[in-house]
């Protein structure tokens, strides 16, 4: 694990919802390349056109009529709304429309959503609909992951919450279920898991006997809008249970292999290892390993993983090896942890709760204030997989990686970079969206920046593809 929890200090080796707000942000227009664009994107039967000034009233009635337009409705001068007839495509009415000398311009009706985002009722621990927002600033505070738009922009794409994407969960197990002196988290749905393996007891039932991987799993995937606890980033997308690690929180490289390979071949999207090993292992002590990470590249599988949490200026293994998206920490005032592990290699950050580090010269940081808060998840409230709760004390580079799997899940489900993204694309778009921090050339300390759900999952921008 990577995860500094002061309560417990268990050390381990390593879419029904209001809108928020009225306004709206327009889409950019894209070219005729975009004809099969969904609803979603643009009106599908009508079109605006601008003819040039000099254009006579029947030549404009002429050309429409070519491109299969017809019910011209005036929207500013020379500019009309034209309905497409049956059977006419946006696509092919732009083609015609674009080839004629009297046309300034053509384009789509293009459709806006709403910029405030989504708001669950979940409680936290507040009495309202709401108040989880009291608990998980990670989500929606000035320095969280922009949660509530990203909600709003998969909605929109016909994939709420990141339906349907598989993350794997490799980890000390998740409360997934209730059998025997084990009970199903009271914040999870039943129908939220897929799969699962536990390499430690060898058997079909990856319990969770720590809490760390419960933790983990909540952020990825807790149940959401229930009028219950905390929210999930991407809540409606399975979890797939691997327990690597034992009840301390701890597991050897080998077993780290098995769940991998387990994973990748049981139909895992993206991969979470919220795990670190010590700073004196080298790539040469991982083999089996590394072997795996690349056979989930080669798969097409995006794995995730903490960078550490030993306050090093050098990114614990498995984050260091290559391909895979190293994520450090940062606080609730958008500083890097003080705990958190920096330096080349890292690939972006992630709210990991705890105190600032003390960088001069970065705005954000106040390492002699007050520490930021915890991150807050439904997981065990002490040693027994029958108590659950929201306790204080979690921070780390594991409580970060989650933030940024669950968002890779909904990059994926929101189809922006096509049906099946490769592992680069999703890191590019990951990168390319991320919100810089620091005071400038801070690539070491905080990678592309901190990760933007909402600027990952909106319309258009690096790597997208035309709908």
Known sequence: MSLRN?????RPCASRWPLAA????ALAATPVAAAGATPAVYAPRQIVVKYVTATAPRARAATAHAAGARDPVVTAPHTRLLRLAPGVSVGAALRRLRGQRDVAWAVPDYRARAAGGLIPNDRGEGSAAGDWQQLQWNFSGPFGVNAPQAWSNVAADGAPGGRGVVVAVLDTGVAYATHGRFRRSPDFSRYGF????????????PDDRNGHGTFVAGTIAEATNNHYGLTGLAFAAHIMPVRVLNSLGEGEASTIAE???????????????????????TAADIPELLEALRFARLHGVLVVAAAGNEAQAAIAYPARARNVVAVGASTEHGCLADYSNDGSGLTLVAPGGGADANLAGDPNCNAEGPAGRDVFQVTFTGSSPRRFGMPSGYEGTSMAAPHVAATAALIIASGVLGRRPTPAQLIARLRATARKLGGGGDESLYGAGLVD??????????????R
């Open 6 to 10: 002061r309560r417990t200090l268990r």
């Open 259 to 281: 769940g991998v390979r387990y994973a990748v071949k049981h139909g895992a999207r993206v991969i979470n290892l919220s795990l670190e090993f010590s700073k004196i292992v």
């Open 194 to 205: 897929v799969g699962g393996y536990d390499f430690i007891a060898h058997n079909r039932f």
């Open 22 to 25: 009225a306004c709206v942000a």
């Open 453 to 466: 759900a909402a600027a990952a999952t909106a319309p258009g921008g690096p790597g997208a593809v035309p």
